[in-house]
């Protein structure tokens, strides 16, 4: 039995598979662009459950059907040889296995239950930070990160989780420092620099985060498609702000779906919500919509997270594909018909659907009924408090369109009051206010 770079032990005789291992976890905290590295650690121990159980792991953060068919083989041999596992590893084959079924509240209690014992396994740290953050858990996503940091102080990777973390709980200026000093130690950081990011963004610090991010640019390149792209758009948000639509758009072309992975949902998500983004504004995106269809076609059945399916319907829509939209709502129903736990998928995702639909062809009145009720309860279906503010957006846009102009000015009155500033706030839509 030897030990990682964590210094946790790992079920192998073999050296060779924890310098995979090792790199794997080197790659997942850094968002690398070679996960798959991980494979390489099982060709040289086949019997290592540990190995395995990242590969699962791995392919079900893709987030799509056939990378769900991949994680499979991996997650049973993982459990094959998790007899002769440790307790930690056997936790998270544990945890891997729950994700794979959907029980994330199994999920994220074997990764507490990891971070208690094990407190310097950072790579299950991380997994309960994912699904913290698609429950819409901000407490949990900060609290699993800030018990292991006595364990691991001066590590930079659970620095910059802790500084997204204290972020979406809005201790914005905790979230800042931790994240400054994330980089201190590693420059190269992008979750860290990211977290800064959103600090500047809900600050209304414009250009001080362009200035930020920009000057990261160069790091980028060894991240994997979602982080890069990510970042990108992080940036494409803040020249949002300015009204600078070119430059956004050119951003779109050359780093958000220019270098996208087109299949990956993730990427896909970043690149409908820019382009709704733009035509709130009153920006023609051209045949941007058209150009996204083929890969949205794959996910009409998938339903893997609710945050998701909202963005698909909505790009479905703009492209024209009534009919494929319908397909999709259906196919939503009947998943949800069939979960234990529907709650959430029912009461907001459902309607939040239904809502963004209507919007996106032109339905303003039907958009307002939907949307209004299920308002408060979005963060149920994740995403962060900047991706979510889309859909504020969208369902002010609604009451401007519907010609329902004193009710528009109050909402655009309490974001002023909980933003501070009015930079997100759609020029076009302004406009239409002044002239009311």
């Given at each position: 039995m030897l030990k990682d770079s964590q210094g946790c032990e790992v079920t192998t005789n073999s050296p060779r598979a924890i310098a995979f291992i090792d790199d794997f976890t080197r790659q997942s905290l850094s968002y690398g662009n070679n996960?798959?590295?991980?494979?390489?650690?099982?060709?040289?121990?086949?019997?290592?459950?540990?190995?395995y159980a990242h590969a699962a792991a791995h392919y079900l953060s893709l987030e799509s059907a056939?990378?769900?068919?991949?994680?499979?083989?991996?997650?049973?041999?993982a459990k094959k040889y998790a007899a002769t596992a440790t307790e930690r590893e056997q936790l998270y084959i544990c945890a891997i296995d729950a994700w794979a079924t959907g029980t994330i509240k199994s999920a994220i209690s074997y990764h507490e239950e990891i971070a208690q014992k094990f407190p310097r396994d950072l790579i299950s740290v991380q997994r309960g930070q994912y699904h913290y953050f698609y429950q819409g858990n901000k407490e949990g996503l900060l609290n699993i990160a800030q018990k292991v940091l006595p364990?691991?102080?001066?590590?930079?990777?659970?620095?910059?989780?802790?500084?997204?973390?204290?972020?979406?709980?809005?201790?914005?200026?905790?979230a800042e420092a931790i994240g400054r000093q994330a980089l201190e130690i590693n420059r190269y950081d992008p979750w860290a620099q990211h977290a800064v990011a959103h600090v500047m963004e809900s600050l209304g610090r414009i250009d001080e985060g362009i200035a930020w991010m920009s000057s990261f640019t160069d790091t980028w390149?060894?991240?994997?498609?979602?982080?890069?792209?990510?970042n990108w758009w992080h940036i494409a948000l803040y020249y949002l702000e300015k009204g600078d639509t070119k430059r956004v758009l050119e951003l779109y072309d050359r780093h958000i779906w220019g270098k996208a992975w087109h299949?990956?949902?993730k990427d896909q998500v970043g690149a409908i919500s820019l382009l709704l983004r733009l035509e709130l504004r009153g920006v023609d995106v051209g045949d941007r919509w058209e150009q996204l269809t083929p890969y949205l076609t794959a996910r009409i059945h998938e339903h893997t997270?609710?945050?998701q399916d909202l963005h698909y319907v909505y790009a479905l829509a703009r492209a024209g594909k009534v009919e494929l939209v319908n397909e999709m709502l259906f196919s939503m129903q009947a998943?949800?018909?069939?979960?234990?736990?529907?709650?959430?998928?029912?009461?907001?995702?459902?309607?939040?659907?239904?809502?963004?639909?209507?919007?996106?062809?032109?339905?303003w009145g039907k958009a307002i009924t939907l949307l209004s009720p299920i308002l408060s309860r979005l963060h149920e279906i994740g995403g962060s408090h900047a991706q979510r503010d889309l859909f504020e957006q969208v369902y002010l846009d609604a009451w401007l369109r519907n010609e329902q102009n004193h009710q528009a000015l109050q909402l655009l009155e309490k974001r002023v009051a909980k933003r501070r500033f009015v930079a997100s706030?759609?020029?076009?839509?302004?406009?239409?206010l002044q002239a009311s």
């Open positions: 996960a798959e590295t991980i494979l390489r650690a099982i060709a040289l121990d086949p019997k290592c459950a540990y190995a056939e990378a769900r068919l991949q994680a499979a083989p991996y997650l049973q041999a364990a691991s102080p001066n590590n930079h990777y659970l620095q910059g989780m802790v500084a997204f973390g204290l972020e979406q709980c809005h201790k914005l200026e905790e390149e060894n991240c994997n498609s979602m982080l890069y792209t990510h299949e990956s949902s997270l609710p945050f998943y949800i018909r069939k979960l234990p736990h529907r709650k959430t998928w029912i009461e907001v995702a459902l309607p939040a659907s239904l809502g963004m639909k209507a919007h996106a062809t032109g339905d706030m759609p020029l076009t839509n302004i406009g239409l």
